[in-house]
């Protein structure tokens, strides 16, 4: 049965390998940006937790603390005090190493 291939073997492994090449190549960044993503999200929704709870916090005892630094999940989020503003801002850094500042007034 295999006695007369002449190398067709060797051709269709080339050319499934390849067809899983350009597969990787396109899906592999694809992925890293999506789990990036999904990253920046999960901080996104800590922060905003972290500015809630501290604003909730300050309505009850009518004192805002100011450069407190929260960990979470390995990532540590700051709590800034704007007085000029009124304001109360969480600072993080995201996945992609930048510094994100979350704001909202009291």
């Known amino acids: 049965m295999l006695y007369k291939t002449n190398g067709f073997f060797l051709v269709e492994l080339l050319l499934s390998l390849s067809i899983w090449l350009v597969l990787t190549l396109f899906l592999l960044p ?3 940006q999506v789990s990036k ?3 920046n999200t999960q901080y996104s929704r800590e922060a ?3 500015l ?3 604003l909730q916090e300050s309505m009850f005892t009518g004192v805002i603390k100011d450069h407190l630094t929260v960990q ?3 990532r540590s ?3 800034i005090k704007e007085v000029s503003k009124n304001e109360v801002c969480v ?3 995201n996945a992609y190493k930048e510094e994100v500042l979350l704001c909202d007034s009291f």
């Open 37 to 39: 993503q999904s990253l």
């Open 30 to 32: 694809m992925f890293i």
């Open 48 to 50: 905003s937790k972290i």
């Open 91 to 93: 600072s993080y850094e």
């Open 77 to 79: 989020f700051t709590l």
């Open 52 to 54: 809630y709870d501290s």
């Open 72 to 74: 979470r999940k390995g």
